[in-house]
């Protein structure tokens, strides 16, 4: 084989793989639903039973959470790893205060009872309170009654306003 025509054939190549590298690649991603017609439903009735609150949805935990003060850097970001990428379904936040009532979770056939034990520890360690709905059909009154200790009256201080002072 000619030298001349090897070195033309991989200039080739190279051009080539310049040219398809250069040419922008439309992402292989599309638009999903926020929330799942049980998780608007949800929402829905919380709204009404807690007027004083207010629900943010789908929260990254890394919103909510920190690696604790004095960790080393391996560790903190060990720590930052346990919940960083997990979402919680709702958060309640107390309007006047700003401080976290409570999170809440809708637990479906996606939920695993080990994993979420683990899960509430570690919020629990930060000190939220997380109330979780059951699968099946939820009523008004279902969710009113597993609400019914974020009520005003019986709501507590969280440590949302105590860390941020208020």
Known sequence: ???????????IAVLLAAIAMAIPRRPRVRA??????RER???????????????????SMGALLQPKAGLGRNEAMRTRNRFSQKIVDF????????????LVELDDRSHDAPR????????ASAGYRTIRLPAGKLTTADIAARLQPLQPSNAGTSVSATRSGA
Not at 32 to 37: E, M, N, P, S, V
Not at 116 to 123: H, I, L, V, Y
């Open 1 to 11: 084989m000619h030298p001349e025509l090897l070195l033309a054939a991989l200039l």
């Open 32 to 37: 999903k639903a926020l929330l799942t017609k």
């Open 41 to 59: 439903v949800a929402r829905v009735i919380i709204e009404r039973v807690l007027p004083h609150a207010r629900i943010y949805v789908q929260v």
């Open 91 to 102: 958060v309640i936040e107390d309007r006047a205060s700003g401080a976290v009532l409570a």
């Open 116 to 123: 979420d034990r683990q899960r509430d520890a570690m919020t």
